[in-house]
C-alpha cells in the first residue's frame, strides 16, 4: 500500500516506536487512503481525528503483540 509506512514493531525497530513514529505513520495512512496531502479547511477535522484514531489503534496494536521468541510488553 504506502511504502513510506515502516515497520513498528521489534526485532525491525531496534527500539520501541515512538509517539513521533507511531504518529508519522498514522499520517502516512491517513494520506494514502484520502489520497490529500494537505486536507482543504473544510476537511481537516475528520482527517485530523482519523490521524488521531488510527495512531490511538496503532499504540494499542503495539503494546498488545507478543513477539516469538521475546517477552510481552507490561
Given amino acids: ?3 513510506s509506512i515502516k515497520t513498528l514493531r521489534p526485532p525491525v525497530l531496534p ?4 509517539e513521533d513514529d507511531i504518529r508519522a505513520a498514522a499520517l502516512q495512512y491517513v494520506r494514502k487512503v484520502s489520497g ?3 486536507p482543504a479547511a473544510h476537511n481537516r477535522e ?3 481525528r482519523a490521524v488521531d484514531e488510527i495512531a490511538e ?5 503495539l503494546d498488545g503483540l507478543e513477539i516469538r521468541g521475546g517477552v510481552k510488553k507490561v
Fill in 36 to 38: 490529500f496531502r494537505a
Fill in 1 to 3: 500500500m504506502c511504502r
Fill in 57 to 61: 489503534a496503532t499504540a494499542r496494536l
Fill in 46 to 48: 475528520v482527517f485530523d
Fill in 15 to 18: 527500539e520501541e516506536a515512538t
